[in-house]
């Protein structure tokens, strides 16, 4: 039992250090204005659960990475157009996923 408290508590210290890394060397990276009025751009308040849904989901950082700089070239709230490429990101490889299930279903496998 305490062998799986410890896991537990690795396994939620891993997920808090993962969104602290994604904001502070992903997302504010990226930063708007120049000098003394550099910003960071604003996250909403439910961006962590947001960010750990997506890494449940198997998103990498690269993938991350990769969204960001899509998004961060729209006019548009730019952690929900993240969010949104990221979706289609998760979508597209269930999609294979399955594609790979029902193909080794019918072989027999």
Known sequence: ???AARITRA???DRELFAADFKAE???SWTH???E???TFPLPDDWKESVLRFKDAGITVSDFEYAIEIAMRKKADK???MCGVLWSMVSERQEIAMEIVR???ADGA
Do not use: C, H, I, P
């Open 1 to 3: 039992m305490e062998e």
């Open 11 to 13: 396994a939620q210290l």
């Open 26 to 28: 992903v997302w504010d």
């Open 33 to 35: 204005g120049f000098g």
């Open 37 to 39: 009025n550099e910003k």
């Open 79 to 81: 952690f929900r157009y």
């Open 103 to 105: 193909g080794e279903s």
